[in-house]
């Protein structure tokens, strides 16, 4: 394992390059997906794949490794699917009226409810794109996405466990009927193939969308309380809006089209001022932790007072020495790696 965490950082300086970062921030991120039970080889890809999203969404590393890691985890996708979500984060922040960095937030809180209820990510995102385009906050209706499926799955002790409302909720026998008669007859929220199982939560709310003008105010409300809860109905309403203007449609659309799209908006982010002070920093530390292990660090380390020299010549170039221990100091982080190595 030794020689693994040896060539990990030998190459820590050209890889965090490549993707604009300086090496204590790729060091810290690759740390971080090991401790998720990730292996050293997956972690280096992994912390590729969140720099690259981290770049050209303007979120933070630990936010965007949280945001990846909740999608990887509540689709069971691989590692190597990492980038393929930065991608249609990527390809709706720049079609639509919500950024990469709200998407993200919104389905690391609605990505385990849908992917439970069988909506696969595609269609999870077309919905949180179209209505958070209207409600401008992608997080919050993640919230209701979340308690939305919750709700239609008559999921009462989860909702209650998230501390949403279930007054008068019922069974998902008795919530299929209500669903029914408010809608006339139109809506069934229950598989037709296999009377067990709830619709997708997307084909369902596309089919209220189709009948909502048909249906009285009164009803309407009910309905809304009935899929969404009180607290949830304006949310919810914001949503049925979006299917009926097309745009949860045209996003669904850009989705299974976005193959790419994060590494087009990476490359036009390298030519900016911030990359190219991560890739000075970077550039630095690769020196800096190269001189530490050289013979002639050595030498200044006897000499006790021309090391400290060297340092402070360090830190007056851009400020930087924090960043330089920060990543020498990146072996002692790998020590936990042996138990995620395999």
Request: overall charge negative; cysteine-free.
């Amino acid at each position: 394992a030794g020689a693994k965490y040896t060539r990990f950082l030998n190459n820590a300086g050209s890889a965090s390059k490549s993707v604009g970062r300086d090496m204590s921030s790729y060091i810290s991120q690759t740390d971080e997906w090991a401790r998720r039970g990730y292996s050293l080889d997956q972690s280096a890809k992994l912390s590729k794949s969140s720099s690259v999203y981290a770049n050209i969404s303007g979120t933070d590393d630990k936010t965007a490794i949280n945001d990846l890691d909740a999608v990887i985890k509540a689709y069971d996708l691989q590692y190597t699917d990492a980038l393929s979500i930065v991608d249609r984060y990527s390809k709706l922040g720049s079609e639509f009226s919500v950024s990469a960095q709200d998407l993200g937030a919104g389905m690391s809180n609605a990505a385990s409810a849908l992917a439970l209820g069988g909506t696969d990510l595609n269609k999870a995102l077309a919905m949180l794109t179209g209505g958070a385009e209207i409600t401008q906050s992608a997080s919050d209706l993640g919230n209701t996405l979340k308690a939305g499926q919750l709700r239609i799955q008559g999921m009462k002790d989860s909702l209650e466990a998230l501390g949403e409302e279930t007054e008068g909720m019922g069974s998902v026998g008795e919530i299929q009927a209500r669903i029914k008669e408010l809608t006339k007859g139109q809506v069934n929220i229950m598989d037709s193939s296999d009377p067990s199982r709830v619709r997708d939560y997307y084909d369902i709310l596309q089919d209220v969308s189709r009948v909502w003008d048909s249906l009285k105010n009164t009803q309407q409300t009910d309905l809304l309380e009935t899929m969404f809860g009180k607290s949830g109905s304006n949310q919810g309403a914001a949503l049925i809006k979006a299917f009926q203007s097309g745009q949860v449609q045209k996003a669904y659309d850009a989705s299974i089209h976005a193959d790419d799209s994060a590494m087009q908006e990476q490359e036009k982010w390298m030519d900016s001022m911030d990359a190219k002070l991560q890739q000075f920093h970077g550039q630095f530390q690769e020196l800096s932790t190269t001189a530490l292990d050289s013979d002639f660090m050595k030498g200044a380390m006897d000499a006790g007072t021309g090391f400290l020299d060297i340092l402070t010549r360090i830190a007056d170039v851009g400020g930087t020495l924090p960043l330089i221990l920060g990543a020498v100091g990146g072996v002692k982080l790998f020590k936990n790696l042996d138990l995620f190595y395999y």
